[in-house]
C-alpha cells in the first residue's frame, strides 16, 4: 500500500525532470566520430583516389551489397572502373573499412540518407567518391608500395632506400 | 426561444462538447504519460500537437472496418455502440452546474448504477462475439471484475447518500455547501476511487484488455471506428468517474465566486482525469486473483463497514 503511494509519487516527480528526448529534424543527435555510418571512398593527399580495386571489402561484406571493376591507367596503377554500394542492403558493420588495405572505402557519422525510391538507394562511383580523406590523413598507398606507377620513382617512396646497384661493388 | 428547444440544444451541446473532449483526452493522455516518462509525446500536429487526435480520427475513418468471418456479425456490431450508449446516458444525471445538466432525476445516482453496470454487456457480448480464444477471456475476466466491482462501488456511495438524504445529484451538491463529502466518507472515497478505476478498465485494473497476455482482450478483432467507440468509450468512462467524484465528493460546482461554476466543476474533474492518467503512469498490472481478493475480501467489508459506521454516527446525532 505505502510502497504503492511511494511509486506513485516517484513517478509524479519524473514531472520536474530533465526530458530525453532530442526533437530531431531541429536538434541533431551527437554522432561519435567512429559512428558507423553512410560509406564514402576516400582520396589521398595527393588527390588521387585511394581505391586499387583489390575486392578485399566485396569479399569482406556479408550481404554482398559492394560491386566494382578493377582496371588499370597507362601508369599500371590499378583503380576501380566502377564501385556501386547497394545502400539498401547494406547493414553498415563497417568490415569493408576494416578489410580496406589503403583506407580507402570509410564509414562516416551520416545517417540521413531516406529515399522514396530503393533504386536512388544505389551509390555509384561518383556518388560515393569524396575529395578529401576521410578519417585517416597522411596516407598515400603508392607513396609506401614498392611499385613504380606513376606517382613516384623507383627508390624515392616513404621509408625505402635507394635501389642498390648491382653493377658496382661499393655498398 | 421555447423550453423544449433550450432542452434539445443543451443535449446537444453537452454530447458534442463530451465526444470532443473525450477525444482530446486522449492526446491529453499520450502527453501526461510522456511528461512522467521523461519524454515529450506527440508535440508535432497543431499548438502542442493537440490536433494528433483529429489526424488520428481522419486515419480512423479512413480505415478498413473489417469484420472477421467466423464473428457474429449482428452483436459485433451492437457490442461497441453499447459501451458508447451506457455511458453516454450515464451523463444525462451529472449537474454539470446548478442550470448546466441533462435532466434532474431524484434517483440521479441509482439510474448512473444501473446504466454502468449494462455496460458490462458491451465487455461480454464484443468477446463472445468475436468468436477469439483471447477475447473471450478477455470478456469473461471483463465480465467477472466489473460485476464484482459494482457491488461495493454501489455501497461505497451509500455513505454520501445517506449524509445528503437523498439520490438526487443536485441535493447531494446542494449538502456540501459548507463540507465537502470527501472529510466524512474519505473511506468511500477512496473505494469509489478503486472500484471507478476497475469499472473502466483502466491501468492497474485493465487485465480484460491486458495487452501483453490477452492480446487486446475482447477487442483484439475490432478495427477501424469500431475499435475507436470503445476506446473513446473508455475516455467517457474516465471522465465520468471523475465527474462523479466531483459531484459526490468535492462538492461539485461550488466553489469560490471568482471563477464560474462550470470552470470550478471541469477543474476538479480534471484534477480527477490527471490522477487517472498517473495511476496508468506508475503502478503495473494486478494479476487476475489478485484483483478478486482485493475486491471481495478487502474492499467489500471495508464499505460495508463504513456504511455501518456512517449509520451509526448519523443516528447518534439525530
Keep these: ?171 | 426561444m421555447s423550453e423544449t428547444w433550450i432542452n434539445i440544444l443543451m443535449v446537444a451541446g453537452i454530447l458534442v462538447s463530451l465526444l470532443t473532449l473525450a477525444a482530446e483526452l486522449i492526446w491529453v493522455e499520450r502527453r501526461m504519460l510522456a511528461l512522467w516518462q521523461d519524454r515529450l509525446g506527440p508535440n508535432r500536429t497543431g499548438p502542442f500537437g493537440a490536433f494528433q487526435v483529429v489526424a488520428d480520427m481522419i486515419k480512423i475513418f479512413f480505415k478498413e472496418d473489417w469484420i472477421p468471418a467466423f464473428a457474429d456479425k449482428k452483436v459485433f456490431i451492437i457490442a461497441p455502440a453499447i459501451v458508447m450508449i451506457t455511458i453516454l446516458m450515464s451523463y444525462a444525471i451529472i449537474p454539470f452546474t446548478s442550470e448546466i445538466g441533462i435532466v434532474n432525476l431524484n434517483i440521479g445516482l441509482l439510474f448512473f448504477l444501473a446504466t454502468s453496470s449494462i455496460g458490462a454487456y458491451s465487455v461480454v457480448l464484443a468477446g463472445w462475439s468475436s468468436n477469439n480464444k483471447y477475447s473471450l477471456l478477455g470478456a469473461i475476466r471483463g465480465a467477472a471484475q466489473m460485476i464484482s466491482y459494482e457491488v461495493f462501488m454501489g455501497l461505497s456511495l451509500m455513505g454520501v447518500v445517506m449524509l445528503a438524504g437523498s439520490f438526487n445529484m443536485h441535493d447531494i451538491v446542494m449538502a456540501q455547501k459548507h463540507s465537502w463529502f470527501i472529510i466524512p466518507q474519505f473511506i468511500g472515497f477512496v473505494i469509489f476511487f478503486i472500484a471507478g478505476i476497475a469499472e473502466t478498465h483502466r491501468l492497474p485494473f485493465d487485465i480484460p484488455e491486458a495487452e501483453s497476455e490477452l492480446v487486446a482482450g475482447y477487442h483484439s478483432e475490432y478495427s477501424g471506428m469500431k475499435f475507436g467507440m470503445f476506446f473513446v468509450g473508455e475516455y467517457l468512462g474516465i471522465m465520468l468517474i471523475s465527474a462523479l467524484i466531483t459531484t459526490l465528493f468535492f462538492g461539485g460546482w461550488l466553489g469560490p465566486s471568482f471563477l464560474p461554476p462550470i470552470v470550478w466543476f471541469l477543474l476538479k474533474m480534471f484534477v480527477f482525469i490527471l490522477c487517472f492518467i498517473l495511476l496508468r503512469a506508475s503502478l503495473p498490472r494486478l494479476r487476475y486473483d489478485q484483483l478478486m481478493a482485493l475486491g471481495w475480501k478487502i474492499l467489500l467489508p471495508l464499505s460495508l463497514l463504513n456504511l455501518l459506521i456512517t449509520g451509526a454516527i448519523i443516528l447518534y446525532y439525530q
Design chain 1, 1 to 171: 500500500m505505502f510502497s504503492n503511494l511511494r511509486s506513485i509519487f516517484i513517478v509524479f516527480l519524473h514531472m520536474f525532470h530533465k526530458r530525453v528526448t532530442i526533437e530531431y529534424p531541429e536538434k541533431k543527435a551527437y554522432l561519435a566520430p567512429r559512428w558507423r555510418g553512410r560509406i564514402v571512398l576516400t582520396r589521398d593527399p595527393d588527390h588521387q583516389e585511394r581505391c586499387v580495386g583489390c575486392y578485399l571489402c566485396a569479399a569482406a561484406c556479408p550481404v554482398d551489397c559492394i560491386a566494382l571493376q578493377a582496371t588499370e591507367d597507362k601508369d599500371g596503377r590499378r583503380y576501380p572502373e566502377f564501385f556501386r554500394i547497394n545502400f539498401s542492403r547494406c547493414i553498415f558493420c563497417g568490415f569493408c573499412e576494416e578489410a580496406c588495405p589503403t583506407d580507402a572505402i570509410q564509414l562516416i557519422p551520416d545517417f540521413e540518407m531516406s529515399e522514396y525510391k530503393r533504386q536512388n538507394l544505389v551509390y555509384e562511383k561518383e556518388d560515393l567518391l569524396i575529395d578529401g580523406q576521410g578519417k585517416y590523413h597522411g596516407y598515400n598507398y603508392y607513396r609506401v608500395a614498392g611499385v613504380a606507377v606513376g606517382v613516384k620513382e623507383k627508390g624515392k617512396g616513404e621509408n625505402e632506400d635507394k635501389p642498390v646497384d648491382i653493377k658496382k661493388l661499393m655498398p
